[in-house]
């Protein structure tokens, strides 16, 4: 009753030519769907070149593909713990000790300690 955006963009070519051939009924039943003859009349084109100058030379192609089809957050995500996997070190931004050291310091807290199971933390000016 529903077709997906993804499948009306997969068998209009979008991600590239299909695996296999499409069954001709399901291929024509995805066609006559309204979202089809939106993306048929859209201009499509993916650009690597333009995408690794926007995004940067230093992703591989993987993060690069998905940097195109997601949003950020999602991409950030999902390369984070690959990061961590690979021995890079995780980004300073978001992790949350950091984070809360620096709202602490912001605060002009003269003093703060908290001790608990697996984290001491003390903060003196």
Known sequence: SQIPDEVVKYVLGRYGEPAAEIDPDVRAKVLASPRAE???R???RLDLAEARARYGDA???EELLLRMMLPSKQVDAIE???RVDRGA???EQGNPVSE???SLV???LQEFELD?????LRLRR
């Open 38 to 40: 939106q993306f048929g």
């Open 42 to 44: 859209e201009e499509h």
């Open 59 to 61: 992703m591989t192609d």
């Open 80 to 82: 984070r713990p690959r």
């Open 89 to 91: 070190s995780p980004p």
């Open 100 to 102: 809360l050291v620096r």
């Open 106 to 108: 912001q605060r002009g």
């Open 116 to 120: 608990s199971p697996g984290v001491k």
